[in-house]
């Protein structure tokens, strides 16, 4: 059993964790430091560049139904020209919550390959289902997303029309989140949604 050779796992830990005889320490510490530095930059900018109008609608999925049904909403063209884009409304702005939602978003790469909604007619099948998906993680955290751009305090009643004010602030009272009212704000509805209030 003695004469038995160290496994490769073994033998590259030991390698690792010897001093290098032709580099000094300050050497590996600034080569480090810079190659960290250039690699959370290149992941921050890949991750940025997944953030763009132009890469969401980069595959025909997006761009040839719900981008075209965005167009048409307030939130692409408006009285004062703010526009919000995909990321704005479906990705978080926060570091952690930025990257949890992204790895969950990467499922989107799987249906990409599997074809999993690439007609309209297939979009159309399963948008109840996608619908659904995203009204509850928007609910689940209170609209952060919409927050970020509408915010109950900033709410203004001289401002807003009174009726859509007292809506508002009945809203925040009992504990509501945008997504509760204004599902279908963006994107068109599913045929299968059913109001509540009109039930």
Same mark, same amino acid.
């Given at each position: 059993?003695?004469?038995?050779?160290?496994?490769?796992?073994?033998?590259?830990?030991? /390698?690792?964790?010897?001093?290098?005889?032709?580099?000094?320490? &300050?050497?590996?510490?600034?080569?480090?430091?810079?190659?960290?530095?250039?690699?959370?930059?290149?992941?921050?900018?890949? +991750?940025?560049? /997944?953030?763009?109008?132009?890469?969401? %609608?980069? $595959?025909?999925? +997006?761009?040839? /139904?719900? #981008?075209?049904?965005?167009?048409?909403?307030?939130? #692409?063209?408006?009285?004062?020209?703010?526009?919000? &884009?995909?990321?704005? $409304?479906?990705?978080?702005?926060?570091?952690?919550?930025? +990257?949890?939602?992204?790895?969950?978003?990467? =499922?989107?790469? #799987?249906?990409?390959?599997?074809?999993?909604?690439?007609?309209?007619?297939?979009?159309?099948?399963?948008?109840?289902?996608?619908?659904?998906?995203?009204?509850?993680?928007?609910?689940?955290?209170?609209?952060?997303? !919409?927050?970020? $751009?509408?915010?109950?305090?900033? +709410?203004?009643?001289?401002? =807003?029309? =009174?009726?859509?004010?007292?809506?508002?602030?009945?809203?925040?009272?009992?504990?509501?989140? !945008?997504?509760? !009212?204004?599902?279908? %704000?963006?994107?068109?509805?599913?045929?299968? #949604?059913?109001?509540?209030?009109?039930?």
């Amino acid at each position: 059993m003695a004469d038995e050779k160290p496994s490769a796992l073994k033998r590259l830990w030991t /390698t690792l964790r010897r001093p290098s005889a032709k580099h000094s320490l &300050i050497g590996l510490l600034v080569v480090g430091f810079v190659g960290g530095i250039i690699f959370w930059g290149g992941f921050n900018t890949a +991750m940025e560049a /997944t953030n763009t109008l132009e890469f969401c %609608i980069g $595959c025909h999925e +997006m761009r040839d /139904t719900v #981008y075209q049904e965005y167009k048409k909403t307030i939130h #692409y063209s408006n009285r004062t020209g703010v526009r919000a &884009i995909c990321s704005d $409304c479906h990705v978080p702005k926060d570091w952690t919550h930025k +990257m949890i939602r992204k790895i969950q978003a990467s =499922q989107e790469i #799987y249906g990409k390959l599997t074809g999993f909604v690439d007609t309209p007619e297939k979009f159309e099948a399963h948008r109840m289902e996608l619908a659904t998906h995203e009204w509850e993680r928007m609910k689940s955290v209170g609209s952060r997303e !919409c927050r970020n $751009c509408h915010n109950f305090e900033a +709410m203004s009643g001289e401002i =807003q029309k =009174q009726t859509v004010y007292k809506k508002h602030m009945k809203a925040k009272d009992e504990g509501q989140t !945008c997504i509760d !009212c204004h599902k279908g %704000i963006a994107h068109h509805l599913p045929k299968e #949604y059913k109001d509540p209030d009109e039930e």
